[in-house]
């Protein structure tokens, strides 16, 4: 029934070969005109594990607010030159950055309003300060309270920098505000970074660098914004002087790296695949048609990147990298066709000997890429989709194509070569076991219990970091960065989502009273320590008019005059204290007025959509973490980001899905192989390449220091599909004893694999690398399991039953 | 220690995301009259050659908050490029010392030794910076912060008016700097705040690259 199909169309094309070749030729160049409409997609979330509460956090961190900005660090190369200088050329670099790619350059602090902003935000006080602070100043209104606060204030006159903080200590004779001036300070120093401030502008603490902070309508994943941004900024950099070096911290270099070192690594793989597949086909073919079998993956994968593009809308720069392992796997179709031709007498019959062999193959193959579809990664879909479709093209065009367009000549020089070394390499596997056999056997049998005592010191990194490949410039930037502006690590997000922001900074006033406790007020920064709900300041408000009103302003006031007078205090020494009294008791829903207000919300509060995103940090250590977890458990508008909680989150995710898809690939496999195979026996032999390949990795990878990832996990199972395919042939061959320069063929399959993924091992992308060293040491030690291994197994263990 | 804190507040804003930045131009001593850069040219000279200093000082201090002058007498020193010294004798002992980055007080009703990063404590690395430019004779550099206007040429005398747009700008009005005779260092500092604050510093008993004892710069009770 299969052969009758088969050979219909097997005729009909023959038939019209030239037609079908105009059409192939027609679709060829659409494909390529197409791909320059390929939209590429290097948003990572493609891919990591669906779930949900990774997705939350990595979106998390790409929204927020510091994830868009970008850093300028500028440094002094030469001790000639003085901060001021440097102060200097920054103040030129800022006037000469603008729109539309840079909104807002933010270079330090203008002290000159600073005194008055904090003054301003003191008159709050009033709707800042709760009851226990309230207690804390009624313990004070007493003679000894207010003659130490007295001594203090005396003394802090007599300072030489007293002129500067004169109107504080006017403002707040008993130093009352303390308590909102340490929640301010505890909130700006969880930010981490070391900075100082000279006239207005942030300058690090050796004072030879100094930073500038863009804010810019680029978005990280905006791959063409961000070149045209970073270009900009480098044109923008050109105008420093000489002894001035800048570095750009931003997310948009990652993005613009990330993508030159794929398309680079894309290039040099395709450049150095495509030599050597023509250098190969040439030496050993010596037959200029034998192009074709190159052509046809390169097409089908073109042809498959369209097709996948119309229908997926965009396709990961990953999934694309991938192309050429996929050139690799769908080569050895053509060339197992080519070779039956050549050495066949009958193109038809040449084929049809090893159609179902080849078409098995390809379903294992296809079975181990269709398991990707039970992922929950988005990118794998991408690769599945993909790379089926290559397959399938590549094998239709193989099978119906190729053999019309093989010219036999007189001297076939493919004939020559199998008919030398044939008949030495295809000895009949079916003779007597031979003695080198057993010594074969136990030769694989030590080599597996090697690489399985190897591979215990396998580890699995699940770090997000692997997947950049930014260039070691920018990394190293980074380290420098770090090592000059940045004391701290990143400190975890604790997120409470509101309709509106009096709803948010309810919940995150209750959170705040319940991390106090388990975390500690050292440790939880949050707004509510400063700028609680509008209804908690309500309550401050009437708390403070009430308590004041009892008699205690008059108290005061006379125990300043009594104790005042032995260090000369004057009578209105702290008159503005009293005057401002009631001034903050007017409650609004935002104070507009106060600048440092707009501050503290932009650090803090996030708008997104329609909601209202409240933040508050704590150190990133897994007990906090643990103990956030647990409240935000009992508040469901609330969710927690920790980098280091993400890492293990993602660890877990990636681990049970590399599980589950490894599960259903091996089952998948197995069981077509027995379906084809019908042999038990049979099929343990076919799987001896797959269990040997997999080993090899699981072995090589620790001996080359190199530890495991979910990509090079997913080339594990490619590997899987490409070594079953080896066993399945050799198999078959040596279970009919085919003359169809099988050994040779598969030989040519893993040679090309092995180009098609040893380029990628030239590759500077790390995702790319790991692809390629998974997939090379697992198809070496398959490709040689097969050939070596498999016929002396068969020797030794299937003679009799044959 | 609520006052160091206030202090503290002060660079708070450090990482904050906005700013109010100074829009003026950069001027530099070629923008200055020549008259003038040639008077601050010939000061910077002279005192570009002191490497130490020790002086005793008078400082009168009328400030609001005080029924009465406060006069205060102490000593200062200082040794370039990074050590400074100041000390108060009357009316009560206190000791400010400066190492490089840290600054260390003590006083005697405290008694205790207190240390501050400056580079943490901007509102007294303001106010030390902008002393030890005076006394280190920094003039040229202070054109990009102050005004400058000749009062009297024999001894020098010049009015120093803040900028607008400068931190001394929200709380100084002026600064008066009276040169010795021989130009060689400051004789008297006159300081006017906004709020009618004002002080007055006297120099007096200076002595010029002479070699410091190590007491100058320990922070302990002076006798008085």
């Known amino acids: ?802 | 220690m609520q006052r160091a804190l206030i202090l503290l507040i002060l660079f708070l804003f450090i990482p904050a995301n906005y700013c109010y930045a100074e829009t003026s131009g950069i001027k530099t001593h070629k923008n200055l009259a020549p008259d003038l850069y040639e008077v601050l040219h010939r000061l910077e000279d002279k005192t570009s050659e002191i490497r130490t200093l020790k002086t005793e000082f008078v400082q009168e201090k009328e400030l609001a908050v005080f029924k009465k002058k406060i006069i205060l007498k102490g000593m200062i020193f200082l040794q370039k490029p990074e050590l400074f010294a100041w000390h108060i004798i009357e009316p009560l002992s206190y000791s400010m010392v400066i190492k490089g980055d840290i600054l260390s007080q003590w006083d005697e009703n405290t008694k205790k030794i207190q240390k501050i990063s400056l580079s943490k404590n901007p509102a007294f690395q303001i106010a030390i910076s902008q002393m030890k430019d005076w006394f280190s004779g920094k003039y040229t550099s202070m054109t990009e912060d102050y005004n400058i206007i000749i009062l009297k040429r024999n001894p020098v005398s010049l009015k120093f008016i803040p900028k607008k747009n400068t931190i001394v700008s929200n709380v100084i009005e002026s600064v008066t700097v009276i040169f010795r005779d021989d130009e060689r260092y400051i004789h008297q500092i006159y300081i006017k705040e906004k709020s009618s604050n004002s002080t007055l510093l006297t120099f007096v008993n200076t002595q010029l690259n002479t070699p410091l004892e190590a007491a100058a710069w320990e922070v302990q009770p002076r006798v008085r």
């Open chain 1, 1 to 802: 029934m299969f052969d009758d199909y088969f050979f219909r169309l097997y005729g009909s094309i023959q038939r019209s070969k030239w037609l079908v070749a105009v059409l192939a030729a027609a679709i060829i160049i659409a494909a390529v005109i197409g791909l320059k409409s390929i939209s590429f997609d290097n948003n990572i979330e493609l891919m990591l594990p669906g779930n949900d509460e990774v997705y939350r956090s990595i979106r998390f961190l790409r929204e927020s607010n510091l994830s868009d900005k970008v850093i300028l660090s500028l440094g002094l190369t030469s001790s000639e030159y003085t901060t001021k200088n440097l102060i200097d050329a920054v103040k030129k670099l800022k006037e000469s950055l603008g729109p539309p790619l840079v909104t807002d350059v933010i270079s330090g602090i203008s002290e000159n309003n600073l005194v008055e902003e904090m003054l301003e935000l003191l008159k709050y006080a009033p709707q800042l300060i709760d009851k226990q602070n309230l207690l804390l100043i009624e313990k004070q209104i007493n003679p000894s309270g207010v003659k130490e606060s007295l001594q203090n204030n005396y003394r802090q006159f007599l300072t030489p920098a007293s002129t500067l903080i004169i109107p504080f200590i006017r403002s707040d004779p008993l130093g009352i505000y303390s308590n909102i001036l340490r929640s301010l300070q505890k909130i700006y120093s969880s930010v981490g970074y070391e900075v100082t401030v000279e006239n207005g502008y942030f300058i690090s603490k050796d004072r030879k660098h100094a930073m500038l902070i863009l804010d810019t309508p680029v978005n990280l994943t905006d791959g063409f914004g961000s070149r045209k941004l970073i270009s900009y900024l480098n044109d923008r950099l050109n105008i420093l002087p000489d002894f001035i070096t800048a570095d750009i911290i931003a997310g948009h270099l990652h993005t613009v790296s990330n993508e030159d070192v794929i398309k680079r690594d894309i290039r040099l793989t395709l450049i150095i695949a495509s030599a050597a597949f023509i250098l190969l086909f040439i030496l050993v073919f010596r037959d200029f048609g034998a192009i074709i079998i190159f052509l046809i993956p390169l097409v089908s994968v073109i042809v498959s990147i369209n097709i996948s593009n119309l229908i997926l809308n965009k396709l990961s720069y990953f999934i694309i990298g991938m192309g050429a392992v996929i050139a690799g796997i769908a080569v050895d179709y053509g060339i197992h066709v080519y070779t039956a031709v050549r050495i066949g007498d009958s193109g038809q019959e040449a084929v049809n000997s090893i159609v179902k062999p080849l078409i098995i193959g390809a379903l294992t193959t296809i079975s181990v890429f269709a398991s990707f579809f039970f992922s929950s990664v988005q990118g794998y879909h991408q690769l599945a989709f993909f790379s089926i479709l290559s397959i399938i093209l590549c094998l239709a065009c193989s099978l119906f194509i190729l053999p019309h367009f093989i010219i036999k000549g007189k001297y076939n020089r493919l004939k020559h070569t199998v008919k030398k070394y044939g008949e030495h390499l295809n000895q009949s596997p079916l003779k007597e076991p031979k003695t080198h056999d057993k010594f074969i056997v136990l030769c694989w049998a030590i080599f597996m219990i090697t690489a399985l005592i190897l591979s215990k010191q396998i580890s699995f990194n699940s770090e997000i970091s692997q997947f950049d490949g930014s260039e070691i410039e920018i990394i190293k930037a980074e380290q420098k960065f770090q090592s000059i502006w940045v004391n701290k690590t990143n400190p975890a997000v604790f997120v409470v989502q509101g309709k509106s922001l009096e709803e948010a900074l309810n919940v995150n006033e209750k959170i705040y009273r319940e991390a106090k406790t388990v975390v500690g007020e050292d440790n939880f920064s949050s707004l509510a320590a400063i700028w609680p709900s509008k209804q908690t300041r309500k309550a401050n408000v009437d708390r403070w008019k009430e308590f004041w009103k009892q008699g205690k302003e008059e108290k005061l006031r006379e125990l300043i005059t009594t104790y005042g007078s032995d260090y000369n205090f004057s009578e209105n020494a702290f008159s503005p204290f009293f005057d401002n009294l009631y001034t903050g008791t007017v409650v609004e829903d935002e104070p507009e007025k106060i600048k440092l207000y707009k501050k503290l919300k932009e650090r803090f509060v996030m708008e997104k959509d329609d909601r209202i995103q409240v933040m508050s940090f704590f150190p990133d250590e897994d007990k906090y973490v643990n103990a956030m977890a647990t409240i935000s458990g009992n508040y469901p508008e609330t969710f927690l980001v920790s980098r280091k909680a993400l890492s293990s989150l993602l660890s877990k995710s990636v681990s049970s899905e590399i599980i589950l898809l490894s599960g259903i690939a091996a089952i998948m496999i197995f069981l077509l192989t027995c379906l084809l195979l019908k042999d038990i026996k049979m099929t343990a032999l076919a799987l001896i390449p797959v269990i040997t390949g997999i080993t090899a990795v699981m072995g090589t990878i620790p001996f080359f220091d190199l530890s495991l990832n979910a990509p090079s996990l997913i080339a594990a199972m490619v590997v899987s599909g490409l070594c079953i395919d080896y066993g399945i042939f050799m198999v078959y061959t040596c279970r009919r004893s085919l003359k169809t320069g099988t050994r040779m063929a598969v030989t040519l399959s893993a040679i090309t694999t092995l180009i098609g993924a040893g380029v990628l091992l030239f590759a500077n992308h790390p995702v790319l690398f790991s692809i390629g060293a998974t997939i090379v040491s697992g198809v070496l030690f398959g490709y040689i399991a097969s050939i070596i291994v498999i016929p002396s197994f068969y020797r030794l263990w299937l003679k009799n039953t044959n």
